[in-house]
Antibody, heavy 120, light 108 residues
């Protein structure tokens, strides 16, 4: 079964750090660009970051310099290191697989999400 | 950044009725790079439509997408009980990829 499973969420104080993980199975992980998308309670979806198959990265402006995305193909895993966390980073964080193709594509596989709460 | 505006915010309909959801972009979406996702409470989004009008694998043909440029539509021809959910549009033609704020389809 093709799936993504996130872990690592939790409660952290403002200014703190957290590392999210996303474990992939059922497909050739190294062949796909993988994204992080977040959703605050009762709000819409917000794209956060992407790591390409070649290791290139891109970030939402408000997290640039604070979040770092990485991948470890040998372990079929994606990571998001989140530093200097703010209250407004509170959300469910999903990892999502981008469809194969040339150019940019939609996200065809999503994990179930992991909750990050930033609060004192 | 392309801003996507979905309307209406909430759509109240009965099973068997037709649902028409709109997604309007602040600037033209390149190559019709627009997707629609369905999301139920506590669940991950599920891809329904990509390329504005192509159904994803396993999606019933009662779901259809149309549009180009700045105006896109998701149509559910006859609502089934399992279709009552939140729907999100996304443009992926330019960075950053952006989502609309969502349309909730609820049972009337």
């Amino acid at each position: 079964e093709v799936q993504l499973v996130e872990s690592g969420g939790g409660l952290v104080q403002p200014g703190g750090s957290l590392r999210l993980s996303c474990a992939a199975s059922g497909f050739t992980f190294s062949s796909y660009d993988i994204h992080w998308v977040r959703q605050a309670t009762g709000k819409g979806l917000e794209w956060v970051s992407v790591v390409s198959t070649s290791g290139g990265t891109s970030y939402l402006g408000s997290v640039k310099g604070r979040f770092t995305i990485s991948r470890e193909n040998a372990k079929n895993s994606l990571y998001l290191q989140m530093n200097s966390l703010r209250v407004e980073d509170t959300a469910v964080y999903f990892c999502a697989r981008e469809m194969l193709g040339t150019g940019m594509y939609a996200f065809d596989i999503w994990g179930q999400g992991t909750m990050v709460t930033v609060s004192s | 950044e392309i801003v996507l505006t979905q309307s209406p915010g909430t759509l109240s309909l009965s099973p068997g009725e037709r649902a028409t959801l709109s997604c309007r972009a602040s600037q033209s979406v390149s190559s019709s790079s627009l997707a629609w996702y369905q999301q139920k409470p506590g669940q991950a989004p599920r891809l329904l439509i990509y390329g504005a009008s192509s159904r994803a694998t396993g999606i019933p043909d009662r779901f259809s997408g149309s549009g180009s440029g700045t105006d896109f539509t998701l149509t559910i021809s006859r609502l089934e009980p399992e279709d009552f959910a939140e729907y999100h549009c996304q443009q992926y033609g330019s960075s950053p990829r952006t989502f609309g704020q969502g349309t909730k389809v609820e049972i009337k």
